[in-house]
């Protein structure tokens, strides 16, 4: 069965520093890879997503992350935090099982921004 | 705007008493999920729907029901809650087939507390 890890659950950076937010995916083939971003009392919300090609995405808010397969990771960066990008993050994982499409998540990690 | 409309936002209620979850989407999604967010455990899949009137268990379905009578509409219904229902809820909702590639659509959640 595919499994989704982020070792971090809390990371504090200072503003104006990079970030690399890490995702870990177990599955037998290359699966179909999302970051989703909760602000604080809100719904997720897609950064991006991967599903071939290219293995470094761009999405929204500056935000970028790599496909590395040989890692089995897909990485989430941003070169310069500000405050508002405070929030959780997750990892998903989509997968095809009996037909169907199965949506995994990560357990999240939790992003705090000092000035 | 396109959204997925949940409510309410909080609720408290007593052990036992029935309750319902109201899950809306206004884009036309035939597919629409009902998850649980708990710290530590990322979000958990209860029950979702491919299209009206189909209707599946996800990975915690326990202690929950679902109906889909208008593509619409997805309710979350709690015949007898337990404490161990506390949580944050999302409803989300996404296009089926190849449109899977735009991610889910979240509602801003629910917050249950059984007291």
């Known amino acids: ?115 | 705007e396109a959204q997925v409309t949940q409510n309410p936002r909080y609720l408290i209620t007593v052990t036992g008493k029935k309750l319902t979850v109201t899950c809306s989407q206004n884009m036309n999604h035939e597919y629409m999920s009902w998850y649980r967010q708990d710290p530590g455990l990322g979000l958990r899949q209860i029950y979702y729907s491919m299209n009206v009137e189909v209707t599946d268990k996800g990975d915690v379905p326990e202690g929950y029901k679902v109906s889909r009578k208008e593509k619409r509409n997805f309710p979350l219904i709690l015949e007898s809650p337990s404490p161990n229902q506390t949580s944050l809820y999302f409803c989300a909702s996404r296009r089926t087939g190849e449109s899977f590639y735009y991610g889910y659509t979240f509602g801003s959640g629910t917050r249950l507390t059984v007291v």
Request: charged share 15%; net charge neutral.
């Open chain 1, 1 to 115: 069965a595919q499994s989704v890890t982020q070792p971090d659950i809390h990371i504090t950076v200072s503003e104006g520093a990079s970030l690399e937010l890490r995702c870990n995916y177990s599955y037998g083939a290359t699966p179909y890879l999302f970051w989703y971003v909760q602000s604080p009392g809100q719904g997720l919300q897609l950064l991006l997503k991967y599903f071939s090609g290219d293995t470094l995405v761009q999405g929204i808010k500056g935000f970028e992350a790599e496909f590395k397969r040989s890692q089995s990771s897909f990485n989430l960066r941003k070169p310069s935090v500000h405050w508002s990008d405070a929030a959780e993050y997750f990892c998903a994982v989509v997968t095809y099982s009996g037909g169907y499409q199965k949506v995994t998540f990560g357990t999240g990690t939790k992003l705090q921004v000092i000035p």
